[in-house]
């Protein structure tokens, strides 16, 4: 008998017959002898609908109402999935963030967990019940209701199969598991049976929709096994699990794509010490999330930093850099949006010379230019221009063997 | 300056426009100098809607569940009503049932309040901000989510006016006030701008639709005093009031008329001790609540026992009464839905004799046929034919000279 969380997102919640089809399988794990911890996010699109419903009424709005808004999907979720699972003979009870004990700081719309308390979800465990418990919610030091930002659910059910010690982590979605490439990009993409902590946070980090980078680390660190499978099929999906030192590793598991962010360029920039330091002091203090970096050694007295920003983010980038570009002596500020990003991860490629070079040379040999390239130990990416990425990420996966049998 | 409990239902947020439009109006009660508390329902049909889709996910809903998902409509509309009040320049908090200290027994769908422990609404007050609470719901002492059952929204703020002190409760919503008669059954209605509690609870219980018997009781018992008015007008509307010994009293003050409810004629009794007793004992344990009682005092060995119910309690009742029929040796039982209830309330009555004898005289003289006839204190009701009761509502406004100089 073992002990699972299980978390629904909002397209398994999405509507009164997927919520049936939920509560079937959960009472199905039951009958095979598991106890279940059940968590959900709002269903389909009505965090959207809220959202739209608060821009009507007002363009301001304050961080602590909005988490009070928010937290209404989960209520509505939680509570039609447990009479769901009433309705199939098994005994439930719900519990928002605040009721399953789970303690952030006081940052509204992005908190971070402090404390897990879940004594009622173990109550209802030890009393034979299902818990069914509010994703993306807590409760706050100052008693106010929070929510956990963009990813949030996944991050409420690791954290509570963390703190429950639960054998597994289930994160159910739309799609049955995490592939070797987007398969919307490369159809021919394999779903991956198996992957490690590590490499699923790069491809999280690098263009991977499947889970945030968030809930990984937070995974990983708590030493809770996830499986990404799909509501819809129910077939199994993908584990991610920590890496085990016997096995065999794949050179290069995925190929991921991100076509999110933009291209800041500061040039002409004297090279000395503490320019980049107080570039990167700048954006950091303007709230601006930087990914990769590339800054030119040089044979001359100047030089150029690279950089890139979500999208969303451009505009502020560009302000931070023109503030202090005065100060470090740069000529010129730009950017450039027409760029994407294209990633190979694997955790065999550690101890595999020679997939730098294969990356290099397929895509040479398909005239698609390299702009900038970042590396991690088991990580290789390359700046493309957007155009190019889908073409990329294709002769990248047959090039690494991902295309299949 | 005054504090003031603002109380809005679901029509008075049914929309964005709505929204901003109660945030304005708390604006201008704050630039007067006053202090406010809001109490929001869930906007217009909203749990209506979540009520149908729990329908569709399952028939059989758990009480606890229930709750849990239909609290999650005030949630929506104090974060949205908050927001609204930022945006206008008024500080704000929203807090729901719980956070308000709204402490209520465990009965679930109709839980009732046991203790208020406002402190954090007492704390924002002290703040200078405007505490919005969420209407119709409460924390149970077993920590579980409850709500308070219909017309619990202003239950909510009457209590919460008691617990505060607060000078005046003003309950908002679609009409203007409280009338002499439901103007769409009498269309030359006023609107009454003072009534005392005893006649409110008598329009209350008779088929007055602006306020529910329960919330007058509420503030009757606690002294608070109730304004009730339109957020659509925002004109001054009806005050209920303790009673004034020094002002001169309206012999009648308002008709109601109430179609909701079915006749159930138990006939053929032997007229001696403890029957009734066997026959209320068991409608009380099947759970059926029932209103007007009539037993004629009998001549001859046996009598007839009448009484009428809601349409929805019918089909218990008569199961009820077929259960007692044998032991009380009743001869038949019959049910007849096509009756109607005309009342005259007015506290006035007390010291006014010839009221009865006018009423009836009134529905004689239109050939309406009284079939049941009840008293209190300030009270006469009679039941007529369904099909006669816009008519007789109308005749008696008329001859009680409600019809307005």
Chains 1, 2 share one sequence.
Not at 43 to 64: K, P, S, W, Y
Not at 82 to 111: K, P, W
Not at 252 to 258: E, G, H, L, Q, W
Not at 370 to 388: L, P
Request: proline residues 3%.
């Amino acid at each position: 008998m073992a002990l699972l969380v299980q978390k629904f997102g909002g397209t398994s919640v999405g509507s009164a017959e997927r919520i049936r089809a939920v509560a079937d399988h959960v009472a199905k794990t039951r009958a095979a002898g598991h106890d279940v911890v059940v968590v959900v996010s709002a269903m389909g699109q009505f965090t959207d609908d809220l959202i739209r419903l608060a821009e009507e009424v007002t363009a301001t709005h304050t961080a602590r109402e909005m988490d009070m808004l928010l937290t209404a999907g989960e209520r509505i979720s939680m509570a039609l999935v447990s009479m769901a699972l009433s309705a199939v003979g098994v005994e439930s009870a719900s519990f928002t963030g605040s009721q399953a004990g789970i303690i952030t700081d006081t940052t509204h719309r992005r908190a971070k967990i402090l404390e897990m308390r879940p004594d009622r979800v173990r109550e209802a465990l030890a009393d034979g019940l299902v818990p069914v418990v509010a994703g993306f919610q807590g409760v706050s030091t100052e008693r106010d209701i929070t929510t956990l930002g963009r990813g949030g659910s996944d991050v409420t059910a690791v954290a509570l199969a963390a703190a429950l010690g639960a054998d597994v982590c289930e994160i159910y979605t739309d799609v049955t598991g995490v592939f070797s490439a987007d398969p919307r990009v490369v159809p021919s993409a394999q779903r991956l049976n198996r992957i490690s902590f590590d490499e699923m946070m790069e491809i999280a980090a690098t263009g991977g929709r499947v889970l945030m980078l968030r809930s990984v680390e937070f995974a990983r660190r708590h030493h809770v096994d996830l499986h990404v499978r799909s509501s819809f099929t129910w077939e199994p999906g993908t584990w991610i699990v920590e890496e085990d030192p016997t096995m065999e590793e794949a050179i290069v598991s995925a190929i991921t794509d991100d076509t999110s962010e933009s291209k800041v360029t500061v040039s002409g920039v004297p090279d000395r010490p503490g320019v980049a330091a107080a570039l990167f002091r700048e954006l950091a203090d303007a709230g601006v999330n930087v990914d990769m970096i590339v800054q030119n050694t040089s044979a001359h007295a100047v030089t150029d930093i690279t950089f890139t920003v979500a999208k969303t983010d451009r505009e502020a980038a560009l302000e931070a850099c023109r503030r202090v570009q005065p100060r470090v002596g740069a000529e010129t500020v730009s950017s450039d949006d027409d760029i994407g990003r294209v990633s190979i991860i694997g955790a065999g490629m550690k101890s595999s010379p020679g997939v730098t070079a294969l990356m290099f040379e397929t895509l040479s040999a398909h005239d698609i230019n390299i702009e900038m390239i970042s590396t991690s130990s088991i990580r290789i990416s390359c700046v493309v221009r957007a155009n190019k990425v889908a073409e990329a990420v294709g002769h990248l996966h047959r090039a690494f063997g991902l295309d299949g049998p």
